[in-house]
Nanobody
């Protein structure tokens, strides 16, 4: 059973940068779909960036709203990151990471993948 804990949220001015971390436990040696989501009150959770992480590849996918500004990555110690640059007011929200095993996949596949395991979230506030 995978457990996830996000950290790194906070307040930042528009144009600034933040890096979110998602520390996971309970991973096996298999491949996983992993992703970052954002939710604001009154709206559905939005998938921002996804990565298919296996021994041989890490294939990423980005939503148009963050492409070129955000980067998802995973280190060798089971931590998932979201590097966020050039933050905009519309990036404000609660950010969640998610991860579940998947024997097949790619970044694009993981963008439509049904995740079941999420962290508790970390708040990001972008101010003008």
């Amino acid at each position: 059973l995978v457990e996830l804990v996000e950290s790194g949220g906070g307040s930042v001015q528009a144009g600034g940068s933040l890096t979110l971390s998602c520390t996971g436990s309970g991973y096996t040696d298999g491949a996983y779909c992993m992703g970052w989501f954002r939710q604001v009150p009154g709206k559905e959770r939005e998938g921002l960036a996804h990565i298919y992480s296996s021994r041989v590849s890490k294939l990423a996918y980005y939503a148009d709203s963050v492409k070129g500004r955000f980067m998802i990555s995973r280190d060798n110690k089971n931590t998932l990151y979201l590097q966020m640059n050039n933050l905009e007011l519309g990036d404000t929200g609660m950010y969640y990471c998610a991860a579940d095993p998947s024997p097949i996949g790619s970044g694009t596949y993981c963008s439509t993948f049904k995740y079941y395991t999420y962290g508790q979230g970390t708040q990001v506030t972008v101010a003008s």
